[in-house]
């Protein structure tokens, strides 16, 4: 089995004026269609990530699953 690349780094919130994902700058019509997408159609939308990421100027409203992990693993040591 061949893992399917993903720009996805665990930051999974999505500002609400671009709606793109404040982590990996895709839409939730991308993330949720990703697996059935070709790899000529993700390699196509990664092209276009960095510049929408340049679009997204809020911070997401809730504590992302990449700081509540450093948090909680902060505080476990």
């Known amino acids: 089995m061949t893992a399917i690349e993903s720009p996805c780094i ?3 919130s999505v500002d609400m004026k671009t709606g793109y994902c404040f ?3 895709r839409t ?3 993330i949720s ?3 059935g997408m070709t790899p000529h ?10 510049a929408r990421l340049e679009t997204v ?7 992302t699953r990449r700081a509540r992990m450093a948090r909680e693993r902060d505080t476990a040591g």
């Open 57 to 63: 100027e809020r911070r997401p409203r809730r504590e």
């Open 41 to 50: 159609e993700r390699r196509e939308v990664m092209a276009e990530l960095p």
């Open 33 to 35: 269609g990703w697996i």
């Open 23 to 25: 982590g990996c700058g």
């Open 10 to 12: 665990l930051v999974c």
């Open 28 to 30: 939730r019509d991308e």
